[in-house]
């Protein structure tokens, strides 16, 4: 059975793509920052009948966490197939490139830049012992440079100069990931799920939590003739098209 790590899936999205993982046979690792609240992620999923999960205590923004929980998965598995890196926060509003503080800032890109980095980097040894290794890094359309770009963009009535320039710095990771592994089995890509209805929204949007982790479990399932170091958003751009950096 193959196996996938989930980071920030005890709900919303995370949640979602833990669930379309396991049931194409994946054995997936719930990630949770509360050990209490992915234990009851993975609670509610045994419910529905999916029983091929664990939870597992991971904060990316703590890198004892992120190292304790490599042992620990390590000593469950020799192989990770697949690494989707969902964990993400906003930020607090309103946020202003010229008003927002530099430890704001700093406090988002820990989540959405560098927990990336460090979960990645802690796992890339599993990875690599798989045949078809995958890494899907959440991303948003809004930290397309090409759209934001358009001042009179009406897909951007607000700008989040945290959020979106730590998505934008995350986007840039991922194609040099790509870059770094273009020799070998990897498929890696950022992956928009859309303005989607979660708590991290306040339940607003235009796609449900199934849709989203739909496009997301799409891209950890994807064959060798798959793409690699792209970055799509199927709600505006449908595929087979790409989102523009």
């Known amino acids: 059975m193959k196996s996938a790590l989930v980071t920030g899936a005890n709900k919303g999205i995370g949640f979602e793509v833990v669930r379309q993982l396991a049931q194409n046979g994946f054995f997936v690792y719930v990630g949770s920052r509360s050990l209490e609240n992915g234990l009851s992620a993975v609670e509610k999923l045994k419910a529905s009948?999916?029983?091929?999960?664990?939870?597992?205590?991971?904060?990316?923004?703590?890198?004892e966490s992120v190292s304790a929980a490599r042992r620990w998965i390590g000593e469950k598995t020799q192989v990770l197939d697949v690494l989707v890196n969902n964990a993400g926060i906003s930020g607090v509003l309103p946020q202003s490139a010229l008003e927002s503080p530099a430890d704001q800032f700093k406090a988002v890109y820990e989540t959405n830049l560098f927990g990336v980095i460090r979960v990645t980097q802690a796992f890339i040894d599993l990875l690599r012992k798989s045949s078809e290794p995958r890494i899907v890094n959440v991303s948003t359309s809004m930290a397309s440079l090409t759209l934001a770009a358009d001042i009179d963009n009406l897909n951007y009535p607000t700008r989040y100069a945290m959020y979106q320039s730590s998505k934008s710095a995350l986007n840039m990771y991922t194609i040099n990931l790509a870059y770094e592994l273009r020799d070998t089995p990897f498929k890696v890509n950022a992956v928009c799920p859309g303005y989607t209805q979660t708590d991290f929204t306040n339940y607003q949007g235009t796609?449900?939590?199934q849709e989203a982790g739909q496009r997301i479990a799409?891209?950890?399932l994807i064959g060798?003739?798959?793409p690699t170091g792209k970055f799509f958003s199927e709600e505006y751009f449908p595929a087979p098209a790409t989102c523009p950096w």
């Open 49 to 63: 009948g999916i029983n091929n999960i664990e939870a597992v205590q991971l904060d990316v923004t703590d890198p």
């Open 218 to 220: 799409k891209y950890a």
């Open 207 to 209: 796609s449900t939590p």
């Open 224 to 226: 060798q003739d798959g």
